[in-house]
């Protein structure tokens, strides 16, 4: 198939190996930080927070997070160019949703005697999704996924290798940056810059996806 679309997602690949003297330009980075804002997200709802990692004491700290598991993932805490965690909101309530129905109508996107329905209605889907005890975070954090799919392909429009990790310290992230996080918490995280040439093993390698008879049923 010709499109280009196809194109970059056959060209998009996990970087297992970064060139640390590359690194990604300020005007790209403008437009993957732009891009992850502009995600979807159930009821317009950006449960999120995505932290950019880019100073080299910001890395260190990153780096520091792999000291009890995962360390095949610590090298890309220094060699790649950025890192973004991936953060969500794991008790998201009514009073987090109305700055998000305050944005739909000042930016014009819903009229303003529609604001109530958009609050109490809008909520009813976040409520289903929470329990007892107000934690609702497998439903935000899947929120954050969706932000990930749309960074994964703008990254490969650009040229720049990623490498999603789940493979990551989800506690010690939380305690390393803390002040950051400010109560979200981080299960994943990307990595993104440039492959090393001749030691990313996984760099130029046809793609192995399953046959589109097998996932997609058209009724």
């Known amino acids: ?3 280009q679309i196809i194109t970059d997602l056959n060209n998009r690949y996990t970087a297992k190996k970064y060139d640390a003297t590359k ?17 979807a997200s159930s009821i317009n709802s950006q449960p999120w927070k995505f932290i950019v990692i880019e100073s080299d004491e910001a890395k260190q700290r990153f780096h520091d997070t792999f000291a009890n598991i995962h360390q095949f993932n610590q090298p890309h805490a220094k060699e790649a160019s950025h890192i973004i965690l991936f953060a969500h909101n794991p008790r998201f309530t009514k009073d987090n949703y ?3 129905v305050d944005v739909e109508v000042t930016s014009g996107h ?10 109490h209605g809008g909520f009813t889907f976040a409520e289903s999704n929470t329990d007892e005890n107000g934690f609702n975070g497998h439903w935000t954090k899947a ?3 969706i ?3 749309n960074t994964l392909h703008v990254l490969a429009r650009l040229g720049i290798a990623s490498t999603p990790m789940e493979g990551v310290d989800s506690a ?5 940056f803390k002040e950051e996080l400010d109560g979200f918490e981080c299960d994943f995280a990307l990595a993104m810059g440039y ?6 093993y996984n760099h130029g390698l046809p793609k192995a996806r399953l046959a589109m008879d097998d996932v997609i049923t058209v009724l």
């Open 1 to 3: 198939m010709s499109h």
């Open 23 to 39: 690194r990604i330009s300020a005007e790209d980075m403008n437009v993957i930080k732009e891009a992850i804002r502009l995600s």
């Open 98 to 100: 109305k700055k998000v």
């Open 110 to 119: 819903l009229p303003a005697d529609m604001y109530d329905n958009m609050l």
């Open 143 to 145: 929120q954050t996924y």
């Open 147 to 149: 932000a990930l799919g």
């Open 172 to 176: 010690l992230i939380g305690d390393i």
């Open 195 to 200: 492959h090393l040439d001749g030691e990313d």
